[in-house]
């Protein structure tokens, strides 16, 4: 489940210390035959320390990038690899008044300005519409004012609600970030306070669990900043969108497929998005 016991020898961080290779070994299941995955990680993953980083970033992506049955051999393979040595799960919290501050003033200046100089007369890009200026204020804030965090936030944003703040209009899942129950399997270190508004219950063991059954009621800041912690833990923006696209985590070739589809229409668009939000913030 972690690396790190096999690695204290090595004592504090050296500065000199280019690449480890992690060798992880676990039991999906009880009585089943253990299963080992091995990697090599590079310093910049583990900068806050062996113990932490190990049991936070890289163990926990090896062996999530494997129940997501990533570990099939070809192109696959590299997926896990980016997946491994990117991940930095880290929750930011909420949304704070500054960050919305920031963002109101910029699209206040220069939306119009950067819609036309990027979108020009385009109502959509690919399969997704432009973001107005509230979804677009949203994307700031949650991004926190980075235009490349930003650009991989509204990736997400545009292919699961197209930029939508109707809530009639959201598909069957919680909010504009159609956020599911696989935060609470997955990522339950990224849950921001009310992401999931009522959604959120126990079930008959007391444990977290989502509830589907009516309108979602939650916070839209929350539940975007918890989008937003998920999609940052990911070493870019293909692999952050390959994990948050649709389909089981234990599922098959087909659905490996589907995920493959989903970050490509993803990746399709971003670039057209950072030059939006590079513009907003008066970068080009």
């Not at 490349?148 to 944003?157: D, S």
Request: with cysteine; glycine share 10%.
């Amino acid at each position: 489940r972690d690396a790190a016991s096999a690695l204290n020898n090595l004592g504090v961080m050296r500065a000199n210390l280019i690449q480890v290779t992690i060798k992880i070994t676990w039991k999906k299941e009880a009585n089943k035959k253990p299963q080992t995955i091995q990697f090599v990680t590079t310093s910049n993953v583990i900068r806050s320390g062996i113990n932490e980083t190990f049991r936070g970033d890289a163990a926990v992506a090896a062996a999530g990038a494997w129940n997501a049955g990533l570990l099939t051999g070809g192109p696959d393979r590299a997926l896990l690899a980016a997946l491994a040595a990117g991940r930095n799960p880290q929750n930011f919290g909420p949304i704070t008044p500054d960050q919305l501050k920031v963002a109101n003033k910029a699209v206040a200046s220069r939306y119009d300005y950067c819609k036309n100089k990027w979108f020009g007369d385009r109502g959509v890009v690919g399969t997704r519409s432009i973001p107005d200026r509230a979804a677009t204020r949203l994307s700031l804030a949650a991004g926190m004012n980075n235009a490349e965090l930003t650009t991989r936030v509204a990736g997400i944003f545009s292919q699961e609600s197209d930029f939508g703040l109707i809530p009639g209009k959201w598909g069957g899942e919680a909010g504009p970030a159609q956020l599911s129950g696989a935060v609470l399997k997955y990522w339950r270190w990224a849950l921001v306070d009310d992401a999931f508004g009522t959604r959120l219950v126990r079930d008959s063991k007391g444990k977290l669990a989502i509830n589907n059954r009516g309108q979602w009621d939650g916070s839209v800041f929350d539940n975007m900043a918890t989008m937003r912690n998920i999609v940052m833990s990911y070493g870019s923006d293909y692999t952050a969108a390959y994990a948050y696209g649709p389909g089981h985590e234990d599922g098959g070739a087909a659905e490996r497929r589907e995920r493959h589809k989903y970050a490509g229409e993803v990746t399709a668009r971003t670039p057209t998005y950072r030059n939006f939000f590079d513009c907003l913030l008066g970068k080009n």
